[in-house]
């Protein structure tokens, strides 16, 4: 793929994503609060755990790197995520008062009052990094890029509605909520430049981005999303929401494969 068809793929899918993950969970959050996040959180953990392992690590491990080195990354990877979730902020709030947890009065609130700010912090530099990692997909293949970029805006709406919940309950007027928000996703863009710079010049370093953003797209979808799902509505069917959550997680699946036949061809 030509350089300059490259950045610009790269810019328009930072750019994509930022606005698409802001306009849904804005109009979610606002209209629907989180009557919808849950099937959007089963699509994707589809998504996400297919792009891992039919697409960022297959591309990987055609390159001369030692599938061994690559696996150890990975694995780091994995625990990376975990620390910088312990210290950033790194897992979005997905409840909201009056949302049938069951919390005393005032808790959600009390909450996202003091937790709104680190929200936006982590949200900002989790954005940053899947800048990076559009940047590494797209100067590894095209259709990786593609992949990737929707994995990642997959998984983007349901968090950014976790970011304006958090919002709403610590009192933000609407529209700060969306410029606050906004501000927080351009860091996407950003990292999509600095990957470009960087990886372009350092064509080595692409399988070790593809597979830390696998580990990335492990962590989130088992250690977030799977807990999510797994909260099932008390309003609800157990049976149906099974059906749904499976009937969902294979339509992200579905989308991957298609990608990735397109691909072959």
């Not at 599938?67 to 909201?96: D, T």
């Amino acid at each position: 793929m030509p350089v300059t068809q490259t950045i610009l793929a790269t810019l328009a899918a930072t750019f994509s994503v930022a606005a698409i993950s802001i306009a849904l969970a804005a109009w979610l959050s606002f209209r629907l609060l989180g009557r919808f996040v849950n099937r959007m959180v089963s699509f994707s953990i589809g998504v996400l755990l297919a792009t891992a392992f039919l697409h960022l690590v297959p591309e990987a491990f055609e390159s001369s790197v030692p599938r061994r080195e690559l696996c150890a990354v990975m694995l780091i990877g994995l625990f990376g995520f975990f620390f910088l979730e312990k210290i950033a902020v790194y897992r979005h709030s997905h409840h909201f008062e009056g949302d049938g947890h069951h919390h005393a009065h005032g808790h959600d609130a009390h909450e996202a009052g003091r937790g709104g700010v680190f929200v936006l912090v982590g949200s900002a530099v989790h954005n940053f990094s899947d800048g990076i990692v559009i940047a590494g997909a797209f100067l590894a293949s095209p259709w990786v890029g593609v992949a990737a970029t929707l994995s990642i805006l997959a998984h983007e709406v349901p968090h950014k509605v976790g970011d304006f919940i958090v919002l709403i309950n610590a009192h933000v007027p609407k529209r700060k909520a969306i410029v606050y928000a906004s501000l927080s996703s351009s860091s996407i863009a950003i990292g999509g430049l600095v990957g470009l710079v960087f990886l372009e010049r350092m064509n080595v370093l692409i399988p070790y981005v593809l597979v830390v953003a696998a580990a990335n797209f492990l962590y989130i979808s088992l250690s977030d999303l799977v807990p999510q799902m797994h909260r099932i509505d008390p309003h609800g069917s157990r049976g149906r929401d099974a059906l749904w959550q499976a009937g969902l997680i294979g339509g992200g699946v579905a989308v991957v494969l298609l990608l990735n036949g397109w691909a072959a061809d």
